[in-house]
């Protein structure tokens, strides 16, 4: 399977823009706030790449899709944190926006690739059995 190169892909993009922007704020808090919540919400954003860019590697479609399903679960967990962040006083009612704007345009962008990719395997499938 022909694979557009990860880092060209607009959700690893944006995947990067949210794991940046998380990675700024949570390297201002103390330590017992980074080394708790900050920690999970740092390693949740991480993943959601990391998943992007593993799948792109794997042999199969069926590989890859497993693994965009991975980032997505990985970005549900990073709106947990972040919801644990405010609620806690970690995060301002500003920040929490901008971070969540970021999420807004990634997770659709994430559910639709995945619809694209799992589409365009199940194609691949049909014309084999043809």
Do not use: C
Not at 24 to 47: N, P
Request: hydrophobic residues 40%.
């Amino acid at each position: 399977m022909a694979r557009a190169n990860f880092e060209n892909l607009r959700i690893y993009q944006l995947s990067e823009k949210l794991t940046d922007q998380i990675w700024d704020l949570v390297s201002l808090w103390d330590a017992f706030a980074r080394d708790t919540v900050g920690r999970q919400l740092v390693r949740a954003a991480d993943s959601i790449g990391a998943n992007i860019a593993e799948g792109s590697g794997r042999g199969s479609s069926q590989d890859y899709r497993r693994f965009l399903r991975i980032s997505r679960g990985s970005l549900y967990e990073t709106l947990h944190w972040l919801r644990r962040a405010y609620m806690r006083k970690l995060l301002s009612a500003k920040q929490t926006k901008e971070i969540r704007l970021v999420i807004a345009e990634l997770s659709p962008t994430l559910n639709a690739y995945l619809r694209s990719v799992s589409k365009s395997a199940s194609l691949k499938t049909t014309e084999r059995n043809v």
